[in-house]
């Protein structure tokens, strides 16, 4: 299996400008979680899918995010409009309660950077 | 949710053992202790997890207090590679983590 896929691998783009990453878990995983990393606040759960389905979204920060998994192989996250706090490295990450550890596997992350 | 906490940062001579201590005294009864580390900017790797009982594995062991209320994660035999973040987390029963700051482990030649 190649692994949680995360694109693109790195974004620039300019305040105000609609942002949307992307993620495709790891087959048979049905648990499908968004991360945040910053320096400043380290690594933030943003949200978290269960079959498709939103658990919980406490961790989004505000009306500018969104998050979408309209099918078990494919999950986006968008910032619109993007602002220059919202630079970090967003990590996606597939479990299923079905694996012995019910672990999570990481992407390799997407670096944003917004000016 | 339950809250960790680690020391910031610990150091290591390769060969000998890293012991990484977590506090996680607010653990509820039915949250495992998972550990992951972070190597870089690479996404976070999982390594272990208990509930009650110690772990072994092949990357590491886990000692957990009778009391559930700290945890020790044991590197026997540290190399370079092993330096990194590691991540102290309880885990929910949706599958949810909670990381800290976590322990910047530096192991020394």
């Known amino acids: 299996d190649a692994g949680v896929i995360q694109s693109p691998r790195h974004e620039v783009t300019e305040m105000g400008q609609e942002v949307t990453l992307r993620c495709k878990p790891i087959s048979g995983h049905n648990s499908l979680f968004w991360y945040r990393q910053t320096m400043m606040r380290g690594l933030e759960l943003l949200i978290y899918f269960n079959n498709n389905v939103p658990i919980d979204d406490s961790g989004m920060p505000e009306d500018r995010f969104s998050a979408k998994m309209p099918n078990a192989s494919f999950s986006t996250l968008k910032i619109q409009p993007s602002e220059p706090r919202d630079s970090a490295v967003y990590f996606c990450?597939?479990?299923?309660?079905?694996?012995?550890?019910?672990?999570?596997?990481f992407g390799p992350g997407t670096r944003l950077t917004v000016t | 949710d339950a809250k960790t906490t680690q020391p910031t940062s610990m150091d290591c001579a390769e060969g000998r053992a890293a012991n990484l201590p977590c506090n996680h005294s607010?653990?509820?009864?039915?949250?495992?202790v998972y550990w992951y580390r972070q190597i870089h900017s690479q996404g976070p790797q999982y390594i272990i997890h208990g509930l009650k009982n110690n772990e072994t594995n092949e990357m590491a062991s886990l000692i957990i207090t009778e009391d559930r209320k700290s945890s020790t994660l044991i590197l026997p035999h540290a190399t370079l590679r092993d330096t990194a973040v590691y991540y102290c987390?309880?885990?929910?029963?949706?599958?949810?983590?909670?990381f800290g700051q976590g322990t910047i482990l530096t192991v020394h030649p």
């Open positions: 987390t309880p885990r929910t029963s949706y599958g949810k983590l909670t």
């Open positions: 607010t653990i509820s009864g039915n949250e495992y």
């Open positions: 990450a597939s479990s299923s309660p079905g694996l012995q550890s019910y672990e999570q596997y």
